[in-house]
């Protein structure tokens, strides 16, 4: 008879003397437990004790958290957590110099558990901890470290363990970042910007930096005031990734919080074709921008060091914000009234064609003018500010222009005067292509929406040119002339071409090109009849597989086809997956393990300390959850860690990438799948446990071409034959069945 639920068995342990099975009553108060266990050890005052998980981060078991506790789990009997944090509070505070680096030692692993954080909280911890930071090297005993002769690591150690325990009190959430002082932010901007500091107080003061910004808007201003980009420059060349990793997510944090005045001073530096229009010029930032590029190309992108996930999705930010630098401008109509903007539009026509000031009277230049705007191919011959009234593209439309005009003079004029001069209505428009393909860019890279959380998609050649936005821009209006012709398109096909275009940059895209000439290498080889081949191909399986008696054949194929992706998917979850905790810092995340068992009928997990390279045996993994007890699986805004998180729109990524497992009696096993094909492979291999449909995209396309596949092959025979759409007639009964063979 199987025990009932609500009794579990677990090992407890206590140094230096023999362990205790139990069978632990889940719905006896915890206290009630812990007295019977110290009464077995003859301890007294249970109330001075607590039960801690004996493996992984050790935390605290309360009575909300005690449901949690599997059978066959190890446990620990240890001092409260208000014990604990009374006493690390004192040796903190002593002046025994051993003494204290343990205390801190052990309170930098403590802080992580919540229980103890709220404890050490309620007693000023943070207060104390922030007041050893401010004073700097006047630590009290500083100086006997001089007089003992000891060596200076000990106070680094001492002060990365003591940063280290802050960051982790402080992530909780339970005190406001509001509350930090001016000194303390000095202090630590004084360890950032230090030329020789050790690795790890580096590590630990960019990251601080970085949640002060993030926290608090109060305090960004202040940040701001003692860390500049310039000075973080320093850190990107170094050769270690993770300092790297720091440097640039403090950059992306302070990017990213910036007011609205300091970004329009950006958007002026990026943008000096309207710089005049701003009123604001910063020389010394547009030129440590510049600097800054130029040193994530060579040191991070470039580097000996593969680019790690963390690294590619700062990265990726911050080429989001760089983007988002435009939106101001995408959103900003033409005003049709403004001189110095309708100059612009002039500009562009003297370039092309050259033309000087005519003296001829006003009448007959405004006429030549208009046909100049048509040759040009704005929309509005008349008046082509109109056409840059719609947002998006708006102005940055124009810029685009002025910069190929500029820039590329002679692409420019090639450009225009050939489809100008051309008399059989294949002209390709330039202003109208120009419009929209802004408006497409805007919408290929999401310019103005803000960064995913679980993102990487960065591009290495938008950190290769000061100006790779307008370079992508003169790249592509250069492709969609290229297209226009291959296509022999006319006004009248201009979507049909715009649908073609898009497609190119997407593919050209997907290949990652390190430099804008790679880039162009892509396109070249993705010219319009590629294109076309390559939708013949992809559409192959719909239409070729139409006829009737395909289509019957392909059901009678299916059912093994979805067997076959069941057993693949079921095989992949007995190799298992890590999986990453969600928590407010990324780069402290920690991991855990999960995978099938080969008879799979059991669930096996576990944490980790970091990401495992290969497969992680069962006997890591500690808990375990029977198949046949679970109930469902859930995906989306249904799973219980993503109830308080759907809300938040830097979550949408997490979001889509997490289900999770209920399973008797009420209990959940959350997960947040790396990235989408593990999400697909997981919920499928789940239903598929459960017997039920395996309803992923990823299904749906390995079905699609695993059937395309199967029945190409069984065709192969019948090729150049066509085939009926109903079967041949039977054919009459004869006359006479009398009739024989001759063998002889």
């Not at 929406?449 to 050649?461: A, I, R, S």
Request: net charge negative.
């Amino acid at each position: 008879m199987p025990p009932p639920s609500d009794i579990v068995k677990v090992a407890i342990e206590w140094p230096g003397a023999n362990a205790q099975l139990i069978e632990m009553d889940q719905k006896r108060p915890l206290s009630s437990i812990i007295r019977e266990v110290c009464d077995g050890w003859s301890l007294s005052g249970s109330e001075q004790f607590a039960l801690r998980y004996a493996d992984g981060p050790q935390l605290y078991i309360t009575e909300q958290s005690r449901g949690d506790i599997k059978n066959g789990t190890i446990l620990r009997l240890a001092i409260s957590p208000t014990r604990a944090a009374r006493q690390l509070l004192e040796r903190i505070q002593s002046h025994g110099i051993d003494a204290r680096l343990e205390a801190l030692k052990e309170l930098a692993k403590l802080s992580a558990d919540p229980t103890f954080a709220a404890e050490f909280i309620n007693m000023e911890g943070i207060g104390t901890l922030a007041r050893l930071v401010e004073s700097g090297t006047h630590l009290p005993s500083y100086q006997d470290f001089c007089k003992v002769n000891l060596n200076v690591n000990v106070f680094g150690e001492m002060l990365a363990f003591t940063l280290t325990a802050f960051l982790e009190l402080m992530d909780h959430g339970i005190v406001s970042w509001d509350l930090i002082s001016l000194s303390f932010i000095k202090q630590i901007a004084g360890y950032v910007n230090q030329p020789m500091v050790d690795v790890s107080i580096l590590q630990r003061s960019l990251a601080i930096l970085e949640s002060m910004v993030l926290n608090s808007h109060s305090l960004y201003h202040r940040v701001a005031q003692e860390i500049t980009v310039g000075q973080l420059i320093g850190h990107l060349q170094v050769s270690n990734q993770e300092i790297q990793t720091y440097a640039i997510a403090l950059i992306n944090a302070l990017f990213l919080k910036a007011p609205e005045d300091r970004r329009q001073r950006n958007t002026a530096e990026k943008h000096p074709v309207f710089s005049s229009h701003c009123g604001i010029t910063e020389m010394a930032s547009s030129l440590a921008q510049k600097h800054l590029r130029s040193i994530i190309l060579n040191h991070v992108i470039r580097g000996n060091r593969p680019i790690k996930a963390e690294m590619a999705h700062q990265l990726y930010v911050l080429q989001v914000l760089t983007f988002n630098l435009l939106e101001e401008r995408m959103m900003t109509k033409m005003d049709p009234n403004d001189q110095a903007q309708r100059d612009i539009i002039f500009e562009l026509r003297r370039i092309a064609f050259d033309g000087e000031n005519d003296p001829t009277g006003t009448e007959k230049r405004k006429a030549m003018y208009t046909k100049d705007y048509k040759m040009l191919g704005f929309t509005n011959h008349v008046n082509p500010a109109m056409d840059f009234t719609q947002t998006p593209p708006g102005m940055l439309a124009l810029d685009n222009m002025l910069y190929l005009a500029k820039v590329h003079q002679d692409t420019y004029i090639r450009i225009v005067l050939e489809n100008s001069s051309r008399e059989d209505k294949h002209e390709c428009p330039f202003g109208r292509c120009a419009i929209e393909l802004t408006r497409m860019l805007c919408e290929i890279l999401q310019v103005g929406e803000l960064p995913n959380e679980g993102c990487n998609d960065y591009h290495p050649m938008f950190f290769t040119h000061d100006r790779a936005w307008e370079e992508f821009f003169c790249v592509c209006i250069q492709l969609l002339n290229k297209t226009w012709k291959e296509m022999r398109a006319t006004a009248e096909d201009f979507n049909k071409v715009m649908q073609v275009v898009r497609e190119q940059i997407t593919r050209a895209l997907a290949m990652k090109p390190s430099s804008i000439d790679q880039l162009k290498t892509k396109l070249r080889g993705l010219n319009y009849s590629e294109i076309l081949r390559l939708r013949q191909s992809e559409r192959m399986s719909q239409d070729d597989f139409q006829s009737p008696p395909i289509i019957e054949l392909r059901e009678r194929i299916q059912p093994e086809i979805l067997e076959l992706i069941k057993q693949q998917r079921l095989n992949r979850l007995c190799e298992g997956s890590c999986f990453r905790k969600l928590g407010n810092r990324r780069r402290q995340e920690k991991f855990w393990f999960c995978r099938l068992s080969l008879n799979h009928k059991v669930l096996h997990y576990g944490d980790l300390d970091e990401s495992p390279q290969g497969e992680v045996p069962f006997e890591l993994l500690s808990d375990k959850i029977p198949v046949s007890d679970i109930k469902s699986v859930v995906t989306g805004k249904d799973c219980p860690h993503m109830k308080e998180k759907s809300a938040l729109k830097q979550n949408k990524e997490v979001l889509e990438l997490a289900f999770s497992v209920l399973y008797d009696p009420d209990e959940t096993l959350n997960f947040v799948a790396p990235n989408k094909y593990e999400y697909c492979i997981w919920t499928d291999g789940l239903c598929a446990l459960l017997g039920r449909e395996m309803g992923s995209d990823l299904t749906r396309s390995d079905l699609d071409t695993l059937i395309s596949m199967e029945m190409k092959l069984r065709l192969l025979d019948l090729e150049n034959i066509t085939i009926p759409e109903a079967p041949p007639p039977v054919p009459k009964e004869p006359s006479s069945y009398n009739f024989t063979y001759n063998y002889s």
